[in-house]
T-cell receptor, first 112, second 113 residues
Framework: QQQVKQSPQSLIVQKGGISIINCAYENTAFDYFPWYQQFPGKGPALLIA???DVSEKKEGRFTISFNKSAKQFSLHIMDSQPGDSATYFCAATAGNNRKLIWGLGTSLAVNP | DTEVTQTPKHLVMGMTNKKSLKCEQHMGHRAMYWYKQKAKKPPELMFV???????INESVPSRFSPECPNSSLLNLHLHALQPEDSALYLC????????????FGNGTRLTVT
């Protein structure tokens, strides 16, 4: 049972374009939603995270949008660059639970 | 470079071998994790140590044995592994209690022959 559904599985964007990755969840107890970026041969690295008390969080070119009523959250990468080519994972967790529930990942390729 | 260091980077072992994976962090984090990651899949949680005590074991087979000698070190002892155990093994750490960012190492690429 996939508790966090992530789409699309893969994404190709032109340099300068906007990359959008979507995630949906069912468990209303989730209260922390991080996004991780993973390059080939490397471990995942936290990109940005949000809690459900805000609808949007922006860090540089990366923005998380959060829709609590729809139980959805998304990552927007503005002005996408070839260096953004990586796999992106959304995740969720609840309270003091140290177990992250991960989406299946999105492989992003940004063409020069 | 990450602040979580894992050694070795690559490991090839036979099914009768005993080997250990090592992880070290000096960020003062008191929670440390082992994850297993197969190609094109998200990381799967194996173990969590909190304040040097095992707090979560995700029903991992006993051929994987974790150890936390001190707050900076985490080991994963491997014995009698199967070829399907071949994967990237990731160590991570986090600060304090509650949902905190995980800091991952770059992993050990394990191949079981």
């Amino acid at each position: 049972q996939q508790q966090v559904k992530q789409s699309p599985q893969s994404l190709i964007v032109q340099k300068g374009g906007i990359s959008i990755i979507n995630c949906a969840y069912e468990n209303t107890a989730f209260d922390y939603f991080p996004w991780y970026q993973q390059f080939p041969g490397k471990g995942p690295a936290l990109l940005i995270a949000i809690r459900p008390d805000v609808s949007e969080k922006k860090e540089g070119r990366f923005t998380i949008s959060f829709n609590k009523s729809a139980k959805q959250f998304s990552l927007h990468i503005m002005d996408s660059q070839p260096g953004d080519s990586a796999t992106y994972f959304c995740a969720a967790t609840a309270g003091n639970n140290r177990k992250l529930i991960w989406g299946l990942g999105t492989s992003l390729a940004v063409n020069p | 470079d990450t602040e979580v260091t894992q050694t070795p980077k690559h490991l090839v072992m036979g099914m009768t071998n005993k080997k250990s994976l090592k992880c070290e962090q000096h960020m003062g984090h008191r929670a440390m994790y082992w994850y297993k990651q197969k190609a094109k899949k998200p990381p799967e949680l194996m173990f969590v140590y909190s304040y040097e005590k095992l707090s979560i074991n995700e029903s991992v087979p006993s051929r994987f044995s974790p150890e936390c000698p001190n707050s900076s070190l985490l080991n994963l002892h491997l014995h009698a592994l199967q070829p399907e155990d071949s994967a990237l093994y990731l160590c991570a750490s986090s600060q304090g209690t509650g949902p905190k960012p995980l800091h991952f190492g770059n992993g050990t690429r394990l191949t079981v022959t």
